[in-house]
């Protein structure tokens, strides 16, 4: 059972949220550099030195294009 509290809160955040947050990683130890998800990403998140990192992850709109192209599997985007 929710308290007032938790229903409110369940309430308002149906309401007012008029927008999704992403985070977005990269693990640097699978990250072979192939450089796609630059290459690729649609609004620009990525940027690279040795390897890809978020450079604008603010930017990302989760369409998750960069997850189905690494081929290292290194990048994961969870909506927050």
């Known amino acids: 059972m929710r308290t007032l509290g938790e229903a409110w809160k369940a309430e308002v955040g149906k309401k007012y949220k008029t927008f999704e947050v992403y ?23 990525f940027d690279m030195t040795n390897k890809a990192y978020p450079a604008r992850p603010q930017n990302c709109m ?19």
């Open 23 to 45: 985070l977005v990683h990269i693990d640097p130890d699978r990250c072979d550099g192939c450089e796609e998800c630059v290459k690729m990403c649609p609004v620009d998140v």
């Open 62 to 80: 989760g369409c998750g294009t960069c997850v189905a192209l690494c081929k290292s599997e290194a990048i994961v985007i969870t909506e927050i």
